[in-house]
Nanobody, 124 residues
Framework: QVMLVESGGGLVQAGGSLRLSCAASGRTFSPNTMGWFRQAPGKEREFVAAINWSATNTYYADSVKGRFTISRDNAKNTMYLQMNSLKPEDTAVYYC?????????????????WGQGTQVTVSS
């Protein structure tokens, strides 16, 4: 079993920054693709960003492109999401996810493991 634990969420003013972390433990596997998703109140969970095993390719939702940066450190089994220029519409629970293989997908159905989520609240 693989366990994913997110951290780094919190309350920040619009225009501010936060850095989320996702630590993997247990029966970690490689190669894997990891991603961030988010779910705002009353809305469906949506794709935010993904990164392949070697970190040579990253993918972003249009809504966060240019403001968020996904990265990973395989030696530490940790993935990150640097979020800059935050907006109130970024308020959501952020989840990290992992899937087998090197192909990324924006669909949550393609991911095998999920964390419990961390709350990000951006005040105006």
């Amino acid at each position: 079993q693989v366990m994913l634990v997110e951290s780094g969420g919190g309350l920040v003013q619009a225009g501010g920054s936060l850095r989320l972390s996702c630590a993997a433990s247990g029966r970690t596997f490689s190669p894997n693709t990891m991603g961030w998703f988010r779910q705002a109140p009353g809305k469906e969970r949506e794709f935010v960003a993904a990164i392949n095993w070697s970190a040579t390719n990253t993918y972003y939702a249009d809504s966060v492109k240019g403001r968020f940066t996904i990265s990973r450190d395989n030696a530490k089994n940790t993935m990150y999401l640097q979020m800059n220029s935050l907006k109130p519409e970024d308020t959501a629970v952020y989840y990290c996810a992992a899937r087998y293989g090197s192909t990324w997908f924006p669909s949550e159905a393609k991911y095998n493991y999920w964390g419990q989520g961390t709350q990000v609240t951006v005040s105006s």
